[in-house]
């Protein structure tokens, strides 16, 4: 029997790296007798982090999924990783939920992470709640956290609970709209009156609730001003109403070690939240008419459901985990898999436990599953009725930012590392890896460089290679800055059929991020049409190839506009050849010059360490763009080239005898110093001649 799917909540709870998404669902867990012991995280015993590698490092690196029962309510729970590296995995647990609980460390408050989620929340439209957690710890304080969190995210934000008691003697949580107080003392939760000393702070953020309610809705506000306060039904049903069109995003109080505010948090997210059948139809593509197609979560209706994780496990091969947005997934049947219009065979499903599995006969709509062993099925990918297709749109994943270059630490693995990368890219789309012709090295891409360090060990752990990882491959770039007209001629007549090929090249700048452009300006033949396109491609591979150091040549124009041919002697082949030779010869007129990538650079640092961190940061070529104090903690945001943030590490945790933290994303590219670009031409070369050499 399917849930009845009214019943069902989809929950994700998403935030900046170890502020505790994953200790709050193992809470979740317990408070519902799903599991009976609580896991920790430092024992490596949660039920959502179960991978070797989470339980080695003390962090999610993978988006996973839980289940518990709550007041006759099913709760899917999708746990998303946060360090910088993994947190792109939270996207695919997004998609396919019906609210968020993004969570926020009631010491740091808005962190990097924090609004890269709240980002990917506002894609999805997602409903959201605030959880804002470890208030049992020094320094923590719920008030001043709510001021950086209404500051930095985008939202009507408001309070819907506030503390009772704070850092260490913080017990529980007064409920703005119940004006209750429910208390934790050893482990178990209690409905109270309101200590008489929170009065007053209650009755001031009930009125701030009930007033951010009310400008929800022009009725509501009418009725508001007119009597001065809102009936508790009307609230009520508003509140849902506000948080469901995310016009209201409440803040909640937590300790998920403690237990303190995940009973609370259940019944919002059970009373608040939208079942799937709230969340209605979705939008999918019809593949044969390429015309919009809706899909309703009703169970007889053609399925329709998309996977938004791979894994592999070592004992049952391939997972697919799964949403059901229409019909009925049923265990032994088939499927279509519209994306790649291909026919799965579907054996066992069923619900996710972390990583145990609970074998169900059927999967109705709203809800989340697995199956095992689908042969061609990826990330994204939408499973449905082959009589029936539907595709649902894909998620995206960001593209790779890092290069490593990888090499066998046995001769003659170079086979089975190819193999164990291909099978690690089904599991993570922000993986890539190829082979470098010009250097002749393996190059692994990555988000960054822990990323790729987890890469690296899986692979040892799971398919038994082991590697070196050389220092990463800084992906620079060429451009110009000037104009060059030029001509490319290829020439060789002597005796049999011989090539000729002739071209006047312009050579221009683009704008920065302006790609690659290619216009025909021949007029009367002086190139015949059919070699047009040789010329271009020859053009392009040159591009592909770069000239001044072997990296890929970008914001480039190049217009053809005379030439030459020779009736018998001229060919796709020599005009492609004589495009390449005016290329580079144009391209070295045109002042060409390099690209690097520049970082955006968030760092949180003691108050103390703040000019050390300035300091060292402008060292490394670095501009800080703004520094915010938060209490003890104050929080440099810099942007600083690639290049020169491969050790910082080590430095910050020096600087700041471990208690600094940064994270780093790509923004955009620059020009690469004079002197700089210099010392990576002669490297180019050098690597170049050794590869040659070999
Ligand atoms: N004092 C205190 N510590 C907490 C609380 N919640 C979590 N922690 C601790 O904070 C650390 C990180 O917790 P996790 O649950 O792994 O955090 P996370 O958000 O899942 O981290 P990632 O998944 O890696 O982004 C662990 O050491 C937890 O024990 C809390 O309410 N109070
Ligand atoms: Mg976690």
């Known amino acids: 029997m399917a849930l009845e799917i009214g019943k069902i909540r989809n929950v994700g709870f998403a935030g900046h790296g ?292 791979t894994v592999t496990d070592p004992h049952v091969g391939k997972l697919s985990l799964f949403r059901v947005y229409s019909g009925t997934l049923k265990a032994d049947s088939q499927v279509f898999n519209s994306t790649r219009e291909t026919r799965e065979r579907v054996g066992h499903i069923g619900w996710l436990q972390g990583k145990t599995q609970k074998p169900v006969e059927s999967l109705g709509p709203g809800e989340i599953g697995v199956v095992a062993k689908l042969k061609d099925t990826l990330t994204g990918d939408t499973l449905c009725d082959e009589a029936r297709p539907v595709v649902l749109p894909a998620i995206v994943f960001p593209e790779p930012s890092i290069s490593f270059s990888i090499q066998p630490k046995s001769r003659g693995d170079e086979d089975k590392i190819s193999t164990a990368l291909h099978r690690m890219e089904e599991e993570d789309p922000t993986l890539h890896h190829h082979f470098d012709p010009e250097t002749k090295q393996l190059l692994v891409s990555g988000i960054g460089q822990l990323h790729v360090e987890v890469t690296v060990e899986r692979m040892k752990r799971k398919y038994n290679v082991d590697v070196t990882v050389l220092p990463p491959r800084i992906p620079y770039k060429e451009t110009v800055k000037g104009r060059a007209e030029v001509q490319g001629k290829y020439k060789k007549q002597t005796g049999g059929r011989g090539q000729y090929g002739d071209v006047w090249l312009k050579v221009e700048p683009l704008q920065r991020g302006g790609g690659f452009e290619f216009v025909d300006d021949i007029f009367g033949g002086a190139v015949p049409r059919n070699y047009i396109p040789s010329v271009e491609k020859g053009v392009r591979e040159c591009m592909k190839r770069g000239i001044l150091a072997g990296y890929p040549i970008v914001d480039l124009k190049v217009s053809l506009y005379d030439g030459s041919y020779h009736d018998v002697d001229s060919s796709d082949m020599a005009f492609q050849i004589a495009a390449s030779m005016g290329l580079q010869k144009g391209f070295m007129e045109a002042r060409p010059c390099l690209l690097e990538p520049i970082m955006n650079v968030e760092v949180t640092a003691p108050a103390e360490n703040a000019g050390d961190v300035i300091g060292d940061l402008n060292g490394r070529r670095g501009r800080i763009v703004g520094m915010e104090p938060e209490g003890e903690i104050v929080s440099v945001r810099a942007q600083a080239p690639m290049a020169e943030m491969l050790t910082y590490e080590s430095t910050l945790r020096s600087m700041t005898g471990g208690r600094g933290g940064y994270s780093m994303e790509f923004s955009h590219y620059e020009e690469v110093p004079a002197h700089l670009a210099e010392k990576v031409v002669a490297t180019a070369k050098a690597e170049k001649e050794k590869a040659e050499k070999h």
């Not at 430092?42 to 839980?66: C, H, M, Q, W, Y």
């Not at 017990?171 to 009156?193: N, Q």
């Not at 609230?235 to 609370?264: C, T, Y």
């Open 18 to 309: 170890g502020v505790g998404k994953t200790s709050l669902v193992e809470s979740i867990l317990f408070a519902c007798g799903a599991v009976n012991r609580l896991g920790k995280v430092e024992d490596g015993t949660t039920t959502t982090d179960f991978d070797p590698d989470e339980i080695k490092r003390k962090i999610s690196l993978n988006t996973s999924v839980a289940y518990c029962d709550w007041k006759g309510h099913r709760l899917n729970l999708v746990d998303t990783p946060g360090y910088g590296d993994f947190v792109a995995d939270a996207r695919g647990g997004l998609r396919v939920v019906g609210g968020a609980v993004i969570v926020v460390d009631g010491v740091a408050g808005v962190q990097v992470q924090t609004e890269k989620v709240w980002k990917f929340a506002n894609e999805y439209s997602l409903p959201r709640m605030v959880m804002i957690n470890r208030l049992d710890r020094e320094r923590a304080d719920f008030f001043r956290t709510l001021e950086s969190l209404q500051k930095r995210l985008k939202g009507r934000l408001c309070p819907l609970q506030v503390p009772v008691g704070s850092e260490a003697s913080f017990s529980g949580v007064v409920d703005l709209v119940a004006m209750k107080a429910y208390t934790t003392a050893g482990g178990k939760t209690t409905e109270t009156d309101i200590p008489g000393e929170l009065m007053d702070t209650a009755k001031s953020y009930r009125e701030k609730l009930v007033e951010a309610v009310a400008e929800t809705d022009d009725d509501l506000l009418a009725k508001y001003l007119e009597e001065g306060s809102l009936a508790e039904p009307e609230m009520v049903a508003a509140l849902r109403k506000a948080i469901a069109a995310g016009a209201l995003v409440p803040v909640l109080a937590a300790s998920a070690a403690r237990a303190i505010g995940v009973q609370p948090l259940l019944d919002l997210v059970v009373h608040e939240f939208p079942s799937p059948a709230d969340q209605g139809e979705v939008d999918g593509i019809d593949p044969k008419s390429k015309s919009a197609a809706k899909r309703a979560p009703d169970p007889k209706a053609p399925l329709a459901a998309l996977v938004f994780k």
